[in-house]
């Protein structure tokens, strides 16, 4: 077993001094990280679960304690370019991965995961923008084609988008204008005018 090659004290040790995050944090990196030299030694050991530290894949994706860091069998490299040839399946990662295609298929791109007959592969591509090649229907996700209400598909060597296009409303900023108060001067208030009330009586000292 792995436990041969990596002591559980030394797991153990490394996950109390862990003090990055919380302590579930801790536990699952100190884990995925023995379990990851565990898988480079040869033994893949499956330590997730739903209980500890799950991991939520998309519906079409499984989970897997091992995958390779080479892309996966696709029409990229079926026609079997350089950078294929020279990647190694030494070391793997977990994490969720797409479902494997039956015999004879294989993924449409590395972006791609639907799976298409191998003879897919040796068609002449759709359509070869900035030197991304795209076969007939395969979607064409860039920023510079369509918005995010349509969808864009390469049919017969051109881009078709599919889809309104998003509209957006302008609404004018409202404006409320408040009439400045003029101040009126019309003289003397009556409190200090000397006429006013009137002083018949003189003042003797």
């Not at 994706?61 to 995958?67: A, G, K, L, T």
């Not at 080479?70 to 350089?82: A, F, K, V």
């Amino acid at each position: 077993m792995c436990l041969y090659f990596y002591t559980v004290r030394s797991c153990v040790s490394d996950a109390c001094a862990c003090n990055l995050g919380g302590d579930c944090e801790c536990v699952c990196a100190v884990i995925g990280a023995y379990a990851l030299k565990c898988a480079r030694s040869g033994v893949v050991i499956p330590w997730r679960s739903q209980e500890l530290c799950p991991v939520q894949c998309e519906t079409c994706d499984r989970y897997s304690p091992c995958i390779s860091l080479c892309p996966p069998p696709n029409c990229d490299t079926y026609l079997d370019p350089p950078e294929s040839r020279s990647c190694t399946r030494e070391y793997c990662v977990d994490g969720c991965e797409p479902k494997p295609c039956k015999p004879g298929h294989v993924h449409r791109s590395a972006a791609n995961f639907t799976c298409v007959p191998e003879a897919v592969c040796e068609e002449k591509p759709c359509i070869v923008i900035e030197g991304i090649a795209y076969r007939e229907g395969e979607r064409i996700d860039r920023p510079d084609m369509g918005d995010a209400c349509q969808s864009c598909y390469c049919r017969d060597g051109q881009v078709e988008c599919l889809g309104v296009p998003c509209t957006y409303s302008t609404m004018e900023p409202l404006t409320t204008y408040i009439e400045e108060q003029a101040c009126e001067f019309t003289g003397w208030t009556e409190w200090i005018n000397s006429a006013n009330p009137a002083d018949n009586v003189s003042n003797s000292y």
